[in-house]
């Protein structure tokens, strides 16, 4: 399964469900927060175990291992790798031949591309999931920066958004902060929804504009 970076959002909760492995490529802020977005939509996280993609290279063995081997909390687990361009894809491969249900794993490969082997070999199958991201533009921050609003309960309208994007540096973990701030500063929450305004976001937010 292929995801664009446009329509991403709308596939994680479908992907969540029908996919186990999730190879997120291309610029790093997108792909960081597109992982947490993945890990965050899983019904049971549980544990997290995480590997560099270069000890998946020297050892490709260990990700499927991990993956099938059960936690040592008796709960549910998932795996984070962070790899720089193919380093996974040997471990990929052996994670896919096995037959017992692995737990999640999400890849983080900020320097490849969905041209790269292991995005070539993921790609076809129904149970996993690829997607490109690419250096963000003020509009696709400034709607992200509206969706984490409304996840915490603070509905931001679109000029404070495109305010919090451009003091951001257009890098969406560090809006996500100045939000959750936010949430905390209006006492907001997806139960309970506030509106954010130009005063609280100069009182909490550290914008520098």
Aim: charged share 30%; proline share 4%.
């Amino acid at each position: 399964m292929k995801a664009s970076q446009k329509d991403f959002r709308s596939q994680a909760a479908r992907a969540v469900r029908d996919c186990r492995v999730f190879f997120l490529c291309g610029d790093e802020a997108g792909v960081q927060d597109a992982a947490q977005l993945i890990v965050s939509l899983l019904p049971d996280p549980g544990e997290r175990i995480e590997f560099s993609g270069a000890e998946l290279r020297r050892d490709p063995v260990r990700l499927g291992d991990e993956a099938r081997s059960t936690s040592l909390f008796g709960g549910n687990r998932h795996i984070w790798v962070r790899a720089s361009g193919d380093e996974a894809h040997d471990a990929v491969e052996i994670l896919l031949s096995g037959e017992a249900e692995a737990c999640p794993v999400v890849i983080a490969a900020s320097s490849a591309t969905d041209k790269s082997r292991t995005a070539k070999l993921l790609a076809p199958r129904a149970d996993a999931l690829v997607a490109m991201f690419y250096p963000p533009d003020l509009k696709s921050i400034t709607d992200a920066v509206r969706d984490m609003g409304d996840a915490v309960g603070v509905n931001i309208n679109g000029s404070l958004a495109e305010r919090l994007a451009r003091a951001s540096g257009m890098d969406t973990r560090m809006a996500r902060s100045e939000i959750e701030k936010l949430a905390l500063f209006l006492d907001a929450s997806p139960q309970a929804p506030r509106e954010a305004t130009a005063a609280a976001i100069d009182e909490i937010c550290a914008i520098n504009e």
